[in-house]
Nanobody
Framework: QVQLVESGGGLVQAGGSLRLSCAAS????????MGWYRQVPGKQRESVAT???????YYVDSVKGRFTISRDNAKNTVNLQMNDLKPEDTATYYC?????????????WGQGTQVTVSS
């Protein structure tokens, strides 16, 4: 089991910045990817940014050039620096971790942190 604890959400004006942080604990040795998803009421949860152990990084098109994901594998943390925030970035953001162990893939989620961008 992996536990994920997020911090850093809040209210910001459009054009502002926020930094989300997430710390993993528990059975972290099997983590092979970490990242961030977001969800607004009535919509599916979408992947915002993810980073694999190989160094591969994914960003959804809408955040490219504005958001930056960073990982510290030694500390089992993942951060999301969000710049030039837009009202459409308003959502609950969830930290995500994927583990692989003996052929079994498991996914874990944080409790979510609210990001609200006012226009």
């Amino acid at each position: 089991q992996v536990q994920l604890v997020e911090s850093g959400g809040g209210l910001v004006q459009a054009g502002g910045s926020l930094r989300l942080s997430c710390a993993a604990s528990g059975s972290t040795a099997g983590i092979n990817a970490m990242g961030w998803y977001r969800q607004v009421p009535g919509k599916q949860r979408e992947s915002v940014a993810t980073n694999g152990n190989s160094g591969s990084t994914y960003y959804v098109d809408s955040v490219k050039g504005r958001f930056t994901i960073s990982r510290d594998n030694a500390k089992n943390t993942v951060n999301l620096q969000m710049n030039d925030l837009k009202p459409e970035d308003t959502a609950t953001y969830y930290c995500y971790a994927r583990t692989w162990f003996r052929g079994l893939v498991s996914e874990y989620w944080g409790q979510g942190t609210q990001v609200t961008v006012s226009s």
